[in-house]
Every structure is written in structure tokens, then in C-alpha cells.
């Protein structure tokens, strides 16, 4: 009897060995996924941290780039407006000039020129000048009829111009007509001219 108790003491303490060293290294191993699962919790913690981090420096950069952008967009409109501004002082001040032509000695040769230019634009048979009283007083009755022969043109003077300097030509049925004068051939050469009054402004050769 005592053999039969001594083993089946000896069998309960081998059971109770084997399952104490199978805890143990359930534990063992339980603490190993453990430390495991930790670990890569936290790479992948740093992972995110990072990408939210370059993300964050990227938006910095993106937007740092959008400002930049904008001041610079701001920066050209704000010269683009004060170069405006400086031509269409320039050309209000041709305009006052061009006030002082009919006054000097060879205007009669400008407004004959005036005469003819606006002429060959129409060339028709017959056209009527509309001119200033100056104008009209600086072209002679010999370059008018010159200006027929020269042209081809019937000619004939119509009513004097409410406002302006110079030939407006129009032909007899009312149809056509060419504005010449030298307000009106200033408002057609700003358009061709304003790149290079700029460049003159700047310093530049036109």
C-alpha cells in the first residue's frame, strides 16, 4: 500500500511539475507576445508619428509656397498698376501737347498730311473733310486741290468738328468714315506704343 501511495505521490508531483513548467512557459511566452505585441505597437506609433509629421511639414511647405505665391502674384499686380498709372500720366501729357500743334509754323503741312492720310484710307470717289477752324484755315485751297488730283477723290469741306484737331474724312453717302485727328491718332498708338514708353521709363532702349 505505502508503495502504491508513495507513487501516486510521486505521479501527482511529476503532473503538477509538468504543469508548472508548462505555466511557466505559457507565461514565458505570454509575456514574449506581449513584449512583442508592444513593440511593434510603438513602430507603428513612430510610423504614424512620422508620416503625420511629414504630412505636417508638407502642408508647411504647401502653404509657406501658397503665401509666397501670393505675394509675389500681389507684388506684380502692384507694379503692372503703378506702371499703368505712370503711361497714362505720360499720355494725358501728350494729350496736352498735342493741344500746342496747330500753333506752330508748319502746320499747314500737318494738316495736309492729316488730310491725305485720311483720304487714302477711305478711297472712294468722292469724300467731304470735316476739320477744326484752325485746321481748316492751315490747308489752303491750292493743297485741297491738290489733294483731289493727288487722290483722285471729289472733295469737298463739310461742317466744322465739334471738338479735337485735324481731318475727319467721310465718304459722300455717310457710310464710311476715318477719324484723323490728333486725339484720335493718339488713342490708336497708345495700344502700339505702351511696351515701348515702358522700356523708356525703365531706362531700356525703345
Known sequence: MGNVEGSIEALTQAILGEAKTET???????????ELIRLRAREAAARE?????????????????QKAATAQMKARSLELEHREQRLEKIFEAAAKRLQEIPRRKDYGAI???????????????????????????AITKEAIEALA????????????????AGVFAVTADGRLHFDNTLETR????????????HRVLLGESA
Do not use: C, N
Open 24 to 34: 511557466e512557459d505559457l507565461h514565458k511566452r505570454a509575456q514574449e507576445q506581449a
Open 49 to 65: 508619428s512620422s508620416a503625420i509629421l511629414d504630412q505636417a511639414k508638407e502642408e508647411v511647405r504647401r502653404l509657406h509656397g
Open 111 to 137: 494738316a495736309t498730311q492729316l488730310a491725305r492720310e485720311a483720304i487714302l484710307q477711305l478711297k472712294a470717289p468722292a469724300v467731304e473733310l470735316r476739320m477744326d477752324d484752325v485746321t481748316r484755315g
Open 186 to 197: 493718339l488713342r490708336r498708338m497708345q495700344g502700339s506704343i505702351r511696351s515701348s514708353v
Open 149 to 164: 488730283k493727288e487722290t483722285g477723290s471729289k472733295l469737298s469741306i463739310g461742317k466744322p468738328l465739334d471738338s479735337g
